[in-house]
């Protein structure tokens, strides 16, 4: 059974950071796609995909958050970890890890706000 569990959510100021982790278990990630995404509660809007990294090392951000996330991977723990820093209001939202582009965790919530 392929589980992955988020962590690291909570409540931050703007600009300041956090750091989500996703641990994951029932396959081993150094063959897979990771990737971020994040769904906020705006009627209508689908989830974002905000950051990805390949099997190779390869990584992609979305446009909104280039510059300030940054995705990293320990293919021998099977984790991955989204470092986001200089956080907007805008950046609010469930923020959840997905594998092979089908196993996805829970969410964790992150909440930017003075």
């Known amino acids: 059974q392929v589980q992955l569990v988020e962590s690291g959510g909570g409540l931050v100021q703007p600009g300041g950071s956090l750091r989500l982790s996703c641990v994951v278990s029932g396959i081993r990630i150094r063959i897979y796609t990771m990737e971020w995404y994040r769904q906020r509660q705006v009627p209508g809007e689908e989830s974002e995909l905000v950051?990805?990294?390949?099997?190779?090392?390869?990584?992609e951000y979305g446009d909104s958050v280039k510059g300030r996330f940054t995705i990293s991977r320990d293919i021998d723990r099977d984790m991955s970890w989204l470092q986001m820093n200089n956080l907007k209001t805008d950046d609010t939202a469930s923020y959840y890890c997905?594998?092979?582009?089908?196993?996805r965790g829970q969410g964790t919530w992150v909440t930017v706000s003075a």
């Open positions: 997905q594998a092979a582009r089908q196993y």
């Open positions: 950051a990805s990294m390949t099997y190779s090392g390869d990584t």
